[in-house]
């Protein structure tokens, strides 16, 4: 199975703190890497993970909140200076794509590479990337401005082929493909050996949900349903749910809720606000409505 891992790059909210820096991860998914968020410091985050800048294809923008786009210019600014050449596509709403025009007639020039915008419409769930090996599929999400999540989706891969009854039944590998396909073999002495005999289930597909800044949404676990594992901000405790619901932002039990609601694998809580000195209280609180919950931190790398 290859790797599927999220790395955390920022899991803070708007203010700025002494422990964690603004909102970004990097997902890393069939030897290629994405970003989701990029908000200010992202580069150096990049810089203290080891990931390598030339790997990143595309970045994926919630929305237009400073915390969650300010480190894109500068980011940007970066590949240029390190003699990038391949494009890098940006998936965000289409506001972003004037002001980011501008900022880089302003700070970019005579670069080697190509900066592709892609406007995403937050108020529909549709597949807004797709490859050979995944799709990504924007979630609608309710926040103080146009905002939306991601949902990283393999596809299906073809069975394992049995290499001891490959070799048994002496199949030439001209027909390997035909058999992860799905045929029988039919041995030289015409006995039909059943296709079952030959492979193994193939991996079940992984996903990945990113739930940026939303309130509590009773429905969206219908959008989400079974996914691997999901990022759902937590910004507040319960202590502070009238603050979640004026601005607009979730508790860890309503992120705790959404992930038992869809049947999600893991739940990873983050966006905190600057008031918790220490986050394990909202960690308490999900663990309350859904137990495995884990609080999101800088340089972590969760595998799924």
């Known amino acids: ?17 002494l422990h964690h820096y603004a909102s970004a991860q990097v997902v890393e998914m069939r030897g290629k890497q994405f970003m989701i968020d990029c908000g200010e410091g992202t580069q150096m985050q990049l ?21 969650h786009c300010f480190g894109l210019i500068g980011m940007i600014s970066t590949f240029g200076l390190l003699g990038r050449t391949a494009k890098l596509d940006v998936y965000a709403p289409k506001e972003l794509e004037l002001m980011l025009q501008e900022q880089m007639r302003m700070f970019c020039h005579n670069f080697d590479y190509e900066v592709v915008f892609h406007a995403v419409d937050t108020c529909k769930q549709q597949v807004v990337y797709e490859d050979r090996s995944l799709t990504v599929e924007s979630i609608p999400l309710e926040h103080r401005m146009p905002c939306c999540g991601y949902l990283f989706k393999e596809k299906a891969t073809l069975p394992h082929i049995r290499r001891d009854m490959i070799d048994f039944y002496q199949i030439p ?25 030959l492979v193994e289930a193939a991996d079940q597909p992984r996903s990945y949900a990113y739930c940026s800044d939303t ?3 009773p429905t969206l676990h219908e959008r989400i ?20 619901e004026k601005y607009y932002h979730s508790t860890a039990r309503q992120a705790a809720l959404v992930a038992r609601d869809a049947g999600a694998g893991k ?10 000195e220490d986050e394990n209280v909202l960690l308490n609180e999900a663990k309350q409505v859904f137990e495995n919950s884990f609080l999101c931190d800088e340089q972590m790398v969760f595998e799924l």
């Open 215 to 217: 309130r509590y949404i």
């Open 1 to 17: 199975m290859e790797p599927f891992k999220i790395h955390i790059l920022g899991c803070g909210s708007a203010l700025p703190t």
């Open 47 to 67: 810089r203290r993970s080891r990931i390598r800048f030339t790997k990143l294809s595309a970045v994926f923008i919630t929305h237009l909140h400073g915390d």
């Open 173 to 197: 590998v001209s027909q390997i493909n035909n058999i992860k396909a799905g045929s029988d073999w039919i041995t030289a002495e015409g006995e039909t050996v059943p296709n079952s005999k």
């Open 267 to 276: 739940l990873l809580l983050g966006h905190y606000s600057s008031r918790y």
């Open 225 to 244: 349903r079974g996914v691997t594992a999901l990022y759902h901000e937590s910004t507040y405790g319960e202590d502070n749910l009238l603050m979640a």
